[in-house]
């Protein structure tokens, strides 16, 4: 496991210690064609509980990579196959974001066509591309990886990078607590 993946699974399991020691329960949408691994208990109004378990199988991104004639920022692969869960909250000294964790192995394949996609419009826009791994709590604005340098920056949907967060993944997710 890497350092980068070692980072985010403290996160993680720091965010449900937190989670638990309030009283809380995480919910999520439970997907009727394939169960979560990170999923528990019964399913009620289409909601489910969860918490973040670590994945056991690698992630396959050759497919991805082939398709786009782009190799991925290594940091971006350790990231999406760390852990299996829904948006994992956490708490930014810039403001509150969610890491977009993969809800089961048939996420997985939305994920890379969503990445694809989100490529495809910065090839279009003619702006340097970038592969988004969370969400803000501004509408269009996410949080994603340089993919040429693995810098982390704030985007704006269809906007070129500006604002450097940090000068890669991890030590990103160094800067965030759990919320």
């Known amino acids: 496991m890497s350092e980068l993946q070692q980072q985010l699974l403290q996160l993680a399991q720091q965010s449900?210690?937190?989670?638990?020691?309030?009283?809380?329960q995480w919910q999520a949408w439970a997907d009727p064609a394939?169960?979560?691994?990170?999923q528990f208990g019964e399913v009620t109004d289409?909601?489910?509980a969860w918490?973040?378990?670590?994945?056991?199988?690698?992630l396959d991104f050759a497919g991805i990579e082939q398709g786009l004639d782009l190799p991925l920022h290594p940091s971006i692969k350790e990231f999406y196959a760390t852990l299996w869960?829904?948006?994992?909250?956490?708490?930014?000294p810039r403001?509150?974001?969610?890491l977009?964790?993969?809800?089961?192995p048939g996420d997985f394949v939305r994920l890379q066509q969503n990445l694809i996609a989100h490529v495809l419009m910065k090839r279009r826009l003619k702006q340097r591309e970038t592969l988004f791994?969370?969400?803000t709590d501004e509408e269009d604005t996410m949080l994603s990886v340089l993919n040429s340098s693995g810098e982390v920056f704030l985007e704006h949907t269809g906007q070129e990078v500006k604002q450097l967060l940090a000068p890669d993944l991890l030590s990103f997710l160094r800067q965030l607590q759990p919320a």
Request: proline share 11%; glycine share 6%.
């Open 100 to 104: 977009l964790l993969l809800w089961h």
């Open 85 to 92: 869960g829904a948006d994992l909250p956490v708490a930014h």
């Open 16 to 24: 449900e210690a937190l989670a638990r020691q309030r009283g809380e």
């Open 133 to 135: 791994f969370a969400v």
């Open 95 to 98: 403001g509150p974001a969610s």
């Open 51 to 58: 918490w973040p378990v670590a994945q056991t199988q690698p």
């Open 34 to 38: 394939e169960l979560s691994p990170a």
């Open 46 to 48: 289409e909601q489910v």
